[in-house]
């Protein structure tokens, strides 16, 4: 048997995400909306049973959000929004109105995909409805499938919940038990027999003592619902050992295992065969787009040694993490595309692991899909597109000084106030300015074709232009060029590396209707040629003062990609690191006195288990070290993180050993300082003084207030004054009175310092 956790929903065109924003804006009806909806689904179903998907989902679709369809499920929408109801209710929760906030949101564990967060209260009541469930399975029907039906679990869907008043949300489980039973109950007449998914990934987190305990709860009670109702359990991203020892004693179908993610989960194999219940082997990965060797996954079944009938092959989790497919890569290198399998791709391969398993013939498409993998993994050992020799000595050779600076940060810091000669709070900013129309329409422009090259970096370099006349009239200390020529911060660098390409409709859903391309590092990583010199130096002859680099650095580069799999994680980083080296030893070289390597997604590269964390930590570490490796004593370091978790990685940022660093402070309630005022931080740090979501300027005196709350953490010496992120998002006519505001509250506070 084949299994599928789950079926990305936002079209191979993007047609739900386009349908969304057309309905939204009031340019169709719901009717039409509905339309696309129905049409996705029925297709998305039909491509599995094409496939010979033996289980395939409903209720994987969602409008914006899977936790957003679980509340309304459940009749556990915040009071706030049941002044409305229906799809205005639905998209209220998940986008917001002139008149309700939208839910938060945050990130489907450690993939890119956000969900919303339920928020319950103490006593919280639950009122089941199914409509949407009942609607999607008799689609289904009509297409002659039995569907399973995906419902997020009780456990997962209260442990990623919010309590409205302090409380734990978990403290519910009965009364959310109840509702999943009244639920089963109108599942279990929706035919003789029916199979029912529930989704349990918050058990692969560390799960606390009062979460096992919900869970036994939980599916004891499920369990024994209704005869007729097969009920499945899928964990994925890390290994659920914990779960399993109580699962196997509930009266459940099978559970779901990832393989990739979970290596550890071979360790419950033969409890599950023992309690005679099915596992779901998660041997394709759901979440990176790499072709299976497909040879290599059916010895590894074959080695679980138990019985076959009781094994069903599956994606290691939901395919919603990868794209579509690759029928559209028109214009992707040819070997490339052999290494890789989207979505629909990973059907096919699915299949044909499962026949081989079991030892059952394949037709003639099948066998032309085993020999393909057969060649392709053959091909992608040996590649010279994948492999360079020049790379991989360079990394195998690493000498120490390419390692890490070899000065401390103390002496480092003395020796930079003595050459950079900035007064006490300097200003600065985090580098992107206003992102304005016409930016985008020249960088667009220029990729079509329809300027030249020349036009191209003459526009921006006007942009540069006006960047730094702005910056130089508000008076900040740390001048930026502004990122007119970056469209994104992965993507910019991505695409001048050697070792890592772009599909062309490579979307996933990020949230709602917001989808991301990530780039595909595929082969050794290597830096050609210099990726930001011309534009920094074009700055700095531009201005006095003194002009900050800006870099991705090279944890965040890997963290919003996807990264091959045929090289332990560790090099690829390191050679990312090494690319980045080159461009810091470049600036440096062309008179650039301080560079920012920004590290935006650190934090959330952060691995599920706590086990497996100081791993990712040296990793992360050594990494950014090398990036920065090549900056002698007097060219400052600058990192950026924009999050405010750093309670639990102070070590860790110390390690980094970065000059300065700057992170988001105001959008918070500033609990971040708490972290730094504890560990007695001694390199200087830019706690973000205004938040830039909004587009509200900030006043001198809220400033002021924000600058004197820092100091009350930081030496006046080692605070630098910055906003909380990039200014990309804003408009200039909010950028440039807020940042003058910031000017002159840091002037006022360094005027009552010096009084002192
Ligand atoms: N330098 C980047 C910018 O200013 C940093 C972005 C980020 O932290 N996400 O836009
Ligand atoms: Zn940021």
Redesign the pocket.
């Given at each position: 048997m084949t299994y599928i956790h789950g079926f990305p929903r936002i079209g191979e065109k993007r047609e739900l995400k386009f349908a969304l924003e057309k309905y939204w804006s009031g340019q169709i009806e719901i009717d039409e909306l509905q339309k696309v909806a129905k049409e996705l689904r029925n297709r998305h179903l039909k491509y599995q049973k094409e496939a010979g998907v033996d289980f395939i989902s409903v209720n994987d679709f969602s409008f914006y959000d899977n936790m957003i369809d679980t509340i309304v499920m459940l009749g556990c929408e915040p009071k706030e929004y049941l002044d409305l109801s229906g799809i205005d209710r639905y998209f209220a929760m998940a986008r917001g109105d002139k008149d309700h906030k939208a839910l938060p949101m945050t990130k489907w564990l450690n993939t890119n995909y956000h969900y919303f967060v339920p928020q319950i209260e103490p006593k919280q009541e639950f009122k089941p409805n199914l409509d949407k469930i009942i609607a999607e399975y008799s689609e289904a029907k009509e297409l002659k499938i039995k569907p399973k039906i995906n419902i997020i679990g009780p456990v997962t869907f209260l442990s990623f919940s919010r309590g409205t008043k302090g409380n734990d949300p978990l403290d519910e489980i009965k009364s959310a038990v109840d509702a999943y039973m009244d639920i089963l109950k109108i599942i279990s007449k929706l035919d003789d027999k029916v199979t029912v998914q529930f989704d349990e990934p918050a058990l692969v987190k560390d799960p606390t003592k009062k979460m096992l305990d919900a869970l036994k709860f939980a599916y004891e009670k499920l369990g024994n619902v209704a005869e007729n109702v097969d009920i499945f359990i899928s964990t994925y991203f890390e290994h659920a050992l914990e779960a399993v020892d109580i699962l196997t004693e509930c009266n459940i179908k099978g559970i779901g295992l990832d393989f990739i993610h979970g290596p550890k989960n071979i360790n419950a194999v033969k409890k599950i065969a023992k309690s005679g219940k099915i596992l779901v082997a998660g041997v394709v990965d759901g979440r990176n787009i790499w072709i299976s060797d497909i040879d290599e996954k059916v010895k590894f079944l074959n080695s679980l040694n138990i019985d076959k009938d009781r094994v069903y092959v599956a994606s290691s989790c939901s395919l919603l993490h990868v794209p579509y497919t690759l029928k559209y890569e028109e214009k992707m290198d040819k070997n490339i595309k052999s290494w890789l399998a989207f979505a629909l791709e990973k059907l096919d391969e699915i299949k044909v692991i499962d026949k081989l398993y079991k030892n059952e013939p394949l037709n003639e498409e099948e066998k032309k899909i085993y020999e393909a993998n057969k060649k392709a993994n053959t091909t992608r050992k040996t590649s010279t597109q994948i492999h360079s020799v020049d790379v991989q000595n360079r990394l195998k050779n690493l000498k120490d000084s390419e390692k890490q600076r070899d000065t401390n940060a103390e002496d480092r810091l003395k020796i930079q106030h003595e050459v950079l000669k900035y007064p006490i709070l300097p200003t600065t900013?985090?580098?992107?300015f206003p992102q304005t129309v016409e930016v985008r329409k020249v960088r667009r422009d220029f990729k079509q074709g329809l300027i030249s090259e020349n036009e191209y970096k003459s526009k921006i370099k006007e942009f540069i232009d006006y960047c730094i006349k702005v910056q130089e009239d508000v008076g900040l200390d740390v001048l930026?060029h502004g990122?007119f020529e970056r469209n994104d911060?992965v993507e910019y660098f991505g695409e001048m590396l050697e070792g890592v390409t772009f599909s062309q409709n490579g979307w996933v859903q990020s949230y709602g209707s917001r989808c991301v391309k990530p780039p595909i590092i595929f082969g050794d990583v290597s830096r050609p040629e210099p990726m930001t010199l011309e534009w920094i130096t074009y700055a700095q002859s531009k201005t006095k003062k003194i002009m900050k680099g800006?870099l991705?650095g090279p944890v965040t580069m890997l963290n919003w990609s996807f990264v091959r799999d045929d090289l332990p994680r560790e090099n690829v980083y390191k050679q990312m690191a090494l690319a980045i080296a080159d461009e810091v030893r470049d600036l440096q070289e062309a008179g650039i006195k301080i560079i920012?390597v920004?590290e935006?997604a650190f934090k959330e590269g952060y691995p599920l288990r706590n086990e497996n964390r100081s791993e990712y930590e040296r990793v992360a570490v050594e990494s950014f070290k090398i990036s920065t490796a090549p900056a002698r004593a007097e060219t400052q370091i600058h990192t950026?993180?924009?999050y405010s978790d750093f309670n639990d990685i102070m070590d860790t940022i110390d390690a980094m050993d970065a000059d300065v660093i700057s992170i988001e402070t105001a959008r918070n309630g500033n609990r971040i300082l708490e972290a730094f005022k504890n560990y007695n931080y001694q390199k200087e740090v830019g706690a973000g003084v205004y938040d830039i979501h909004s587009p509200r300027v900030p006043s001198v005196e809220e400033i002021e207030k924000e600058i004197a709350d820092r100091l009350s953490v930081f030496p006046a010496g080692k605070l630098w004054i910055n906003p909380d992120?990039?200014?990309?998002t804003r408009k200039w006519e909010e950028v440039i009175p807020a940042l003058t505001n910031m000017v002159t509250a840091t002037k006022s506070v360094r005027k009552k310092i010096v009084k002192l």
């Open positions: 900013t985090i580098g992107s930026v990122e911060m800006m991705t920012q920004d935006a950026h993180m924009c992120c990039g200014l990309k």
